[in-house]
């Protein structure tokens, strides 16, 4: 994908023992620890090229496997999202970077809290935009509980196979289902335009599809609406019967936090239409259970939950709910984005 880099930033491979992973590295040269990128799904590091320019600091960004030009191994759900932030933690170390200023954004927040609780000598600090609930996605309670034993509702199954199918023929189509359509509709807000959606859309289409990576595996359900939680790809990192990252309120010492969202987020918010539940919930999945059985999950609020512990053990935690963004703030407000990030690491 080297006609999808910006001038200013360079690709390496950077082969460790648990895959060879591809790194993007800005021009700026400096001490210190660096800025680390961690991308969300359907999706690669070429997002964060414009922050990365940006920053007048180092800055790095790693493509997770099966995603970007990293190598496509297979992604064990069993164990959360370990196989990513293991293969990050793979990366800094390979690198020699003994400690970071780490930012995850969507999935990737959810990574970058993983290695907090699994290597948090290696945190400087954590910048979280629009993350998955420390939860995981979809199938829980406002407390963080599961609201069936087996997940169901969440992981694998999920995957809209027509997207998926776009995903692997390489659509650059401009309706609903393409790549590009579920950008504008699902990743930013309306009204976001940019001269660079041609490199979003190659990011997009990076994405290794299949039982072994996006979407994964999943299983028959005797709950609503069917389905459960597989063991294999992506989707399943994140269903809560395997990834649960609240424990983070216990890490010591507690990097600082910045959590960036937008109040107009298609995907993470209190009813979000990627939750089945919502779906449900609104008559576009038929024979809801209610919300007694299947309540939309509350991942705001829960995510919230979680950082009022953290401070209340002793962290700091900033949250920065921008009116009329979406998904994307590093995009959609891009320098405010890198002011907050800049005053937040310094």
């Known amino acids: 994908m080297t006609a999808a880099l910006l001038e200013g930033i360079t690709a390496e491979q950077v082969v460790t023992d648990r895959y060879a992973a591809n790194v993007l590295r800005s021009s700026v040269a400096g001490d210190g620890a660096p800025v680390v990128f961690i991308h969300g799904n359907v999706s690669s590091s070429l997002f964060?090229?414009?922050?990365?320019?940006?920053?007048?600091?180092p800055s790095l960004a790693i493509d997770l496997r099966g995603f970007g030009d990293s190598e496509a191994k297979p992604v064990d759900a069993t164990r959360g999202v370990r196989d990513f932030s293991d293969d990050v933690a793979s990366v800094l170390d390979s690198l020699g970077v003994a400690k970071a200023h780490l930012v995850g954004w969507s999935m990737g927040g959810g990574v970058v809290m993983q290695l907090l609780l699994d290597r948090p000598e290696l945190v400087a600090s954590l910048t979280l935009v629009s993350p998955v609930s420390p939860y995981g996605f979809g199938g829980t309670a406002r407390d963080g509980s599961r609201l069936t034993e087996d997940g169901a509702g969440t992981g694998g199954g999920g995957g809209n196979p027509e997207f998926v199918r776009r995903l692997a023929e390489g659509d650059r189509g401009v309706d609903s289902l393409s790549p590009l359509g579920v950008f504008?509709?699902?990743?930013?807000a309306p009204?976001?335009?940019s001269p660079l959606e041609d490199v979003w859309v190659t990011s997009m289409l990076s994405t290794v599809t299949g039982i072994d990576n996006y979407p994964g595996s999943g299983r028959e359900s005797a709950s609503w609406p069917g389905f459960a939680a597989g063991d294999r790809g992506v989707l399943n990192t994140m269903s809560p019967v395997y990834f649960d990252v609240s424990g983070i309120v216990d890490v010591e010492p507690k990097p600082p936090v910045l959590w960036v969202r937008g109040t107009a987020d298609a995907i993470?918010?209190?009813?979000?239409?990627?939750?089945?539940n919502t779906?449900?919930?609104?008559?576009i999945i038929p024979g809801w259970p209610g919300e007694e059985i299947a309540p939309p999950q509350q991942m705001v609020a829960q995510t919230r939950d979680v950082?009022?512990?953290?401070q209340a053990a002793g962290g700091q935690?900033?949250?920065?709910?921008?009116?009329?963004?979406?998904?994307?703030?590093h995009l959609e407000?891009?320098?405010e984005f890198v002011e907050v990030v800049t005053n937040h690491i310094a």
């Open 48 to 57: 964060w090229q414009p922050t990365m320019l940006a920053l007048n600091v």
């Open 279 to 283: 779906l449900g919930k609104h008559g």
């Open 307 to 310: 950082f009022e512990r953290y």
């Open 317 to 329: 935690v900033t949250e920065l709910a921008w009116e009329g963004v979406g998904h994307s703030a």
């Open 333 to 335: 407000r891009p320098e």
């Open 191 to 193: 009204g976001y335009s």
């Open 268 to 276: 993470v918010g209190d009813e979000s239409f990627f939750d089945l």
């Open 184 to 188: 504008r509709s699902s990743y930013v």
